[in-house]
């Protein structure tokens, strides 16, 4: 279960906690889930120490390195001492063949499948090991903890099953994270933008360290800061550095698990520099109504943790390194038309918010420029590419919208 980059574990106190508190419960299942390299196998590492005197054997299965079903078992079955001369022709005898020899013995078990979703996504996989799952967890001596990037749908089993959303590390985690992986360093005062640079994922983080105490420290924050700044991905996934812990190469496999349509409107909804609200969102992609466009590219996104979002606000985002990986990885087709319905559908917000401005609606005005703002900031931009099709929202701007832009976006535009 060790990776090449695994440092002190800070912070998750509250996730912990939760966990522990749920195990006490008596729960079975325990499913974290979160974006890659968020932490969540680090995090059921330390779960499974605070508990280590409530069970007595472990069955760790990393799915990454499975091919498909039959290897998961003879895997779990080598681990737990049972004979496979004679293989089950058949998934469902491999299952039952597992839970009675569960039930035959008094050992108190935890099984760990690790990254789920390289079986969760998988049509030929993903139904077996949710059976699987549902048949241990049915058994006096058995935990299930399952972590995963796609979240394991399984509501009626909510009242055994604790689901933790793992989110990246808080600012004062991800402080106490650099300083515990480089001691004695003086961040001084790049300590705040190599925060806020490494976004709280903990790879970035053990990443970042690791160039500042490599080579006898010659790399200065000064010099790390400018670095992320302009070249974050190259710096971080040097060619010294294994494979599956280089952060270009890492996020760029993480979206290449999702399917090519939905890669296509992934980059698509990059075009859009801000957070956005499902309105917005079916604007640009051109989908019919807002129940199709969360349906269909929303609600799959959120529940593979490629995008994020706000319910207190209503509006969802796509993390920063993830950002940096579409655009570098993954070009955008079709740019005048995405161009097009960028601009038709935020010179819409651009005129709504300036004529609430000057009304009784200033307060939610205000509200929802504070989130627009580098929307609209970018479209002013695209005065630049103005074409036959884009120049009539330029034209609405100019007529409806001008006082508002002087006053509350002329220091972008000088």
Not at 180 to 201: K, N, Q
Not at 208 to 228: A, C, F, N, V, Y
């Amino acid at each position: 279960m060790e990776t090449y980059f695994e440092g002190r574990f800070v912070g998750r106190k509250d996730e912990l906690r939760d966990l522990q508190a749920a195990w006490y419960k008596k729960l079975k299942l325990f499913g974290i889930f979160g974006m890659r390299s968020v932490g969540t196998s680090r995090l059921a590492k330390e779960f499974l120490v605070s508990v280590s005197d409530q069970y007595d054997e472990l069955v760790y299965v990393n799915l990454k390195e499975t091919n498909d079903i039959s290897g998961m078992y003879v895997n779990i079955c080598a681990q737990m001492a049972i004979a496979v001369e004679s293989h089950p022709n058949d998934v469902k005898s491999w299952e039952s063949m597992l839970v009675y020899t569960v039930s035959t013995r008094t050992k108190k078990y935890v099984f760990f499948f690790d990254n789920g979703e390289y079986f969760i996504e998988n049509a030929n996989t993903h139904d077996p090991l949710q059976h699987l799952c549902i048949a241990l967890i049915k058994q006096n001596n058995v935990n299930v903890i399952l972590t995963s990037t796609t979240k394991f749908q399984l509501e009626r089993l909510r009242h055994i099953y604790h689901v933790c959303e793992l989110q990246p590390l808080k600012p004062t985690e991800t402080s106490e994270l650099l300083r515990a992986e480089a001691p004695g360093l003086d961040y001084g005062e790049y300590m705040d933008p190599i925060v806020e640079l490494s976004e709280g994922l903990p790879l970035l983080i053990l990443m970042i360290t690791s160039e500042l105490r490599g080579d006898g420290g010659i790399l200065t924050p000064k010099d790390m800061t400018q670095l992320l700044t302009e070249y974050r991905l190259k710096v971080l996934s040097r060619e010294f550095y294994p494979e599956e812990e280089r952060v270009a190469d890492v996020y760029r496999l993480f979206i290449n698990r999702l399917s090519p349509v939905l890669q296509r409107r992934f980059s698509e909804l990059d075009y859009i520099p801000g957070t956005f609200t499902a309105e917005e969102a079916r604007s640009l992609l051109d989908y019919p109504t807002e129940a199709v466009v969360k349906d269909q590219v929303l609600v799959p996104k959120l529940r593979r943790h490629f995008i994020t979002y706000d319910p207190a606000n209503r509006r969802f985002n796509i993390q920063g390194i993830l950002r940096e990986s579409l655009k570098t990885f993954f070009a955008l087709r079709h740019i005048p038309e995405i161009r097009k319905r960028f601009c038709q559908t935020f010179t819409e917000v651009m005129t709504s918010i300036s004529r609430r401005f000057t009304s009784q609606e200033y307060a939610s005005a205000l509200v929802d420029f504070a989130f627009e703002q580098p929307n609209l900031q970018k479209l002013l931009l695209e005065i630049r590419y103005t074409t036959q099709d884009t120049y009539t929202f330029f034209i609405r701007m100019a007529t409806e919208s001008t006082e508002f832009i002087e006053l509350y976006l002329a220091g972008f535009l000088q």
